[in-house]
């Protein structure tokens, strides 16, 4: 498509407003129009942070000589056909404004060729002054050296930070662009050193660890889709975690958003794998059809809207929570595949016939040969297990792993015609102040669900006939902490959904606490159930429910 003049029309209907701020936004123009132009490979060079120069060299398609200087006109660009064009946008610019607003900012040279053509063609330009073409010699594609950035514009100026600071800035954007561009080499120098150099081969680990640090190995591959949407990406493993949202990356068709839009995805899907409070971090590429995303929102394109926002972060926290899960009990499989099945102990290996002690019977007696590699050893502090796998020490906390078992059953049976129940031979009876009565009435149909049946019982008062079966044993709930249970409806780190956050603290309340003797049969039971669980590592509330020392630890501690 040639370089065209917008009509006035779809000027009008274009999200103007200031487009270079600093010199990350030059970068930022150019790069963008490299990758619109096909480009396999884009070096930037910077002097000075970008004020004193800023060089884009890309070999994509080039521009033809006779349009080299409409393309710095505003409004003139090739990507946009006409208004309609605006509602399925596939290009990273649309709007003919990036290279007019860094000419009106900064003495530009503009240098092209196309393939069909053995010679290049320049415009020089600064402010309202574009210079007559000339010939010059280069390869194919386009480069463009910006020169003295907001020498006319001393405000400009003023507003930016040190060299160093605003070099940072174009650093961090462009390494965090090449994540969704592994099929395109970009290097980047500043004051004639080489900051980063990523081959053009497909591999996003270099670019990875370039923007997320060494902790990059380790993160999850992400990938899902449906309903017109794909989703692919790189998550961190949970317990790896930032104070801040800011390692959250956004691609939404290619282009880096500043949007918040899917941060509830990232909540939702790490919700009992994260700290509250904490954030995980990674990058995300979404895709969907171009007329379901709306660039035209902003005026740097750092927002886009979403027709079906909903559906969209639906599928992303799904594709995300698969990753998750899969990486727990991959995790959990390598704490159980280790340790020969000879050395289970007597103890525990069990005949089929093993004492049950301590008020916490609810757990049933099973032979322990369901649990070949991590056996318990002991009760440590009656707060944790303390087991290994033969190879390395590992320490579950008691409290959260049953937390986390009972959890998972809860949320297995919920909903089932009926619920496995347990009627209680005494039901418990409790008076409750007027907000508990509340929460208690909101929480009415997932109690309910999960076999818990509770009723009036006179004034401020209810008793609770039946429990889910998961949390009682032989009729008998002694563990029920009915106070607790309730001011944990209330809890603000609970999980997000209503249904989980009832059945999270119906789990926290009914189960072994720190301080409870367990006996080994119980231990070994918990640790099969644990076993089980979709996500073993972490209690719902986020909390680990395994640590693990390894042998490499152990040696260091003994300085071998
Ligand atoms: P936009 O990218 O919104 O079209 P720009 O002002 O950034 O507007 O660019 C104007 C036009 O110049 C583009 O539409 C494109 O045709 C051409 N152009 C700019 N940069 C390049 C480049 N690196 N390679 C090829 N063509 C380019
Ligand atoms: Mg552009």
């Given amino acids: 498509m040639t370089i065209r003049l917008l009509d006035p029309a779809t000027i009008g209907q274009i999200a103007a407003g200031e487009v ?11 790069v963008e129009n490299a990758l619109d132009a096909g480009a396999r490979r884009v070096a ?14 890309d070999d994509g398609g080039g521009i033809a000589p006779d349009e080299v200087a409409t393309a710095v006109l505003r409004h003139a660009t090739s990507k946009l056909a006409g208004a309609d064009a605006l509602q399925s946008i596939r290009t990273l610019g649309f709007r003919g404004e990036g290279l007019a607003s860094v000419v009106a900012v900064a003495r530009t040279t503009i240098a092209s060729r196309t393939p069909e053509h053995e010679i290049a063609t320049a415009v020089d330009a600064f ?19 910006v020169r003295d950035l907001f020498a006319n514009v001393p405000a400009r100026r003023a507003f930016l930070r040190t060299p160093g600071a605003e070099f940072a800035r174009i650093a961090q954007w462009l390494a965090t662009m090449a994540l969704a561009y592994p099929e395109i080499g970009f290097t980047l120098d500043h004051d004639g050193r080489r900051i980063f150099a990523f081959p053009a081969d497909g591999d996003p680990q270099p670019r990875l660890r370039h923007v997320f640090g060494t902790g990059a190995g380790a993160m ?3 990938r899902g889709a449906g309903d017109g949407v794909a989703v692919a990406g790189w998550i961190a493993p949970p317990g790896d975690d930032r104070p801040d949202r800011r390692a959250q990356v956004l691609f939404v068709n290619g282009r880096l958003l500043r949007s918040t839009a899917l941060s509830g995805a990232w909540s939702g899907a790490y919700r009992t794998f994260a700290m509250s409070g904490r954030h995980p971090y990674g990058v995300l590429f979404v895709d969907i059809a171009p007329d379901a995303v709306d660039p035209n929102v902003h005026p740097t394109k750092s927002d ?31 704490s159980i595949s ?13 005949s089929g016939e093993v004492a ?18 991590l056996r318990v050893l002991a009760q440590v502090d009656r707060t944790y297990l303390l087991a290994t796998d033969g190879e390395a020490i590992v320490l579950i906390d008691q409290h959260a792993a049953h937390e986390r078992v009972v959890y998972e059953e809860l949320i297995a049976n919920a909903g089932a015609a009926a619920a496995p129940a347990q009627p209680l031979l005494v039901p418990i009876a409790f008076e409750v102040r007027p907000d508990q009565a509340r929460a208690l009435e909101a929480s009415r149909e997932a109690l309910v669900e999960s076999g818990l049946a509770i009723e009036p019982f006179g004034e401020h008062a209810y008793r609770i006939t039946a429990m889910p079966a998961h949390t009682t044993h032989a009729g008998k709930t002694r563990a029920f902490d009915i106070a607790a249970f309730l001011d944990g409806l209330d809890d603000e780190h609970r999980p997000q959904d209503e249904r989980h956050n009832v059945w999270a603290s119906l789990a926290c309340h009914s189960v072994a606490r720190a301080g409870d003797t367990l006996a080994l049969a119980e231990m070994s039971h918990l640790l099969e159930r644990l076993q089980r669980c979709a996500n073993p590592m972490h ?14 630890a152990i040696a260091r501690l003994f300085k071998r």
């Fill in 539 to 552: 209690c719902p509330h986020g909390r680990p429910t395994i640590v693990r020392l390894e042998p490499e």
């Fill in 220 to 222: 999850l591959a992400v």
């Fill in 356 to 373: 049950s002690i301590g008020w916490n019977d609810r757990f049933a007696v099973v032979d322990d040969v369901a649990l070949p590699g």
């Fill in 20 to 30: 270079i701020e600093r010199p990350m936004s030059v970068v930022k123009e150019l």
């Fill in 127 to 145: 402010g309202e002054e574009i210079g007559a073409p000339y010939p010059v010699a280069g390869p194919p594609g386009t480069r463009v050296v």
């Fill in 338 to 350: 280790f340790a020969p099945p000879a050395e289970v102990p007597a103890a525990a290996t069990g």
């Fill in 44 to 57: 930037v060079r910077v002097a000075g942070g970008g004020l004193t120069e800023i060089d884009v060299a």
């Fill in 304 to 334: 886009v809207r979403l027709r079906f926002g909903e559906r969209v972060n639906a599928i992303v926290r799904g594709a995300m929570g698969d990753a998750l899960r899969a990486a727990a009990s991959e995790r959990l499989g390598r």
